[in-house]
């Protein structure tokens, strides 16, 4: 796919934005030939009925191959929106009243948790953790966390672990990026499966545009999370579920983590050097940070988009205190491999601009 092929936005030819995803050509030819089975098979009664409450078995299934060590039985929600909102409403239900975010994190989680009363309390590491009193629900994102895509290491998870069990806290693991690993499948917290709910997310592996989420959990907290769902909606749409489970075949799976590493390692390579930059590499994930220094996200975002590449235009939103902080969040999924080097050509001449080195400083004569 050339940059002439993908995405545009605004007339913008690139982009490193959340908002867009361009998959590998195995994930749409996957998708595509199930949407087709759908079409040709509309005729049976199974296509004027209801989809079962819990999700159809093919997709469940899929997710429990995903991580087969996890346990808790799996429901498919109408967004990880959604599968949040359930969580967080069942955690609500076992009586929780104070919530220990993890940050950065999706800003949707700070207004749920206002919305269903919950005291925040944000924490960064282990450490931060360790000083947080009297919370009972604990959220984070263990693995391959946005921007870094770097997550806990074996210590912190038995760190982190420890501090729940003692607490008898409520685990959410939000871990939408679990399928995408480029070296190693990630492990969840060693903590008790009954005080644990685990969501994930079909945006960044199948389509945005299907709205599908996932949670595990079992026990009481599981059936609180079912109480919780019946209000919201009955089930999700069959045929999504369909086309989305088509995405999570092995073999399509593999060409996709095969795909965004490469992607990370052109991004990485045409920014390092160029920029004189430190860029942790990903463990996995769909993200890669950009330190920007004392550049504002918003003024690299506009010189960003100048240059003809579309990124993020704030973080501010993924903390509880609205400050942003000096890094960018660049999307892997959006753009394809082979366009990744101009991408990073671009966001070196955004980020020289914001420093107000010239052109012709640069050796570009223009």
């Known amino acids: 796919m050339s940059v002439a092929d993908s995405s545009r936005v605004g007339g913008v030819a690139l982009s490193l934005a959340s908002d867009t995803l361009s ?5 749409r030819l996957a998708m ?10 509309f005729v049976g009664p199974e296509a004027w009925s209801y989809p079962p409450p819990d999700g159809e078995e093919g997709l469940r299934e899929a997710i429990r191959c995903l991580a087969p060590d996890r346990m808790g039985d799996v429901l498919i929600t109408n967004s990880a929106t959604e599968a949040t909102w359930l969580a967080l409403s069942a955690a609500a239900a076992a009586g929780g009243r104070r919530l220990a975010v993890q ?27 360790l000083v947080l009193k009297g919370f ?13 895509g770097r997550g806990l290491g074996d210590e912190e998870r038995r760190a982190v672990a420890a501090v729940a069990i003692q607490t008898g806290a409520v685990v959410i693991e939000d871990n939408p990026y679990d399928p995408i690993w480029f070296s190693a499948p990630p492990v969840g917290l060693p ?3 009954e005080r644990t709910i685990l969501i994930g997310s079909l945006s960044k592996i199948a389509s945005p545009r299907l709205r599908l989420g ?3 959990a079992s026990g009481p907290l599981g059936r609180a999370v079912r109480s919780a769902r019946i209000t919201l909606s009955l089930s999700a749409c069959a045929d999504t579920q369909e086309i989305a489970c088509a995405a999570l075949a092995p073999l399509v799976l593999e060409e ?17 050097g160029a920029l004189g930059v430190e860029i942790t590499p990903p463990d996995g994930g769909s993200y890669l940070a950009l330190p920007l220094g004392h550049i504002p996200p918003g003024a690299f975002a506009a010189a960003c988009a100048a240059e003809g590449v579309r990124v993020d235009a704030s973080n501010a939103r993924q903390f509880p205190d609205g400050r942003e902080r000096p890094w960018a969040r660049l999307h892997l999924g959006a753009c394809p491999a082979v366009d990744m080097p101009a991408a990073a050509a671009a966001l070196v001449r955004a980020v020289l601009t914001c420093r107000g080195v010239r052109p012709a400083q640069r050796g570009e004569g223009r």
């Open 103 to 129: 940050i950065p994190c999706y800003f949707g989680v700070l207004r749920q948790a206002a919305a269903l009363g919950f005291a925040v309390d944000a924490w960064e590491t282990p450490e931060d953790l």
């Open 214 to 216: 996932f949670l595990r």
């Open 136 to 148: 009972d629900v604990l959220l984070l994102t263990s693995n391959f966390p946005p921007p870094t």
């Open 23 to 27: 998959p590998p050509r195995a994930t």
């Open 191 to 193: 903590t008790p499966p």
């Open 256 to 272: 996709l983590r095969s795909d965004l590493a490469a992607r990370a390692a052109h991004l990485r390579a045409g920014l390092s």
């Open 32 to 41: 595509r030939q199930a949407t087709l089975r759908i079409a040709d098979s």
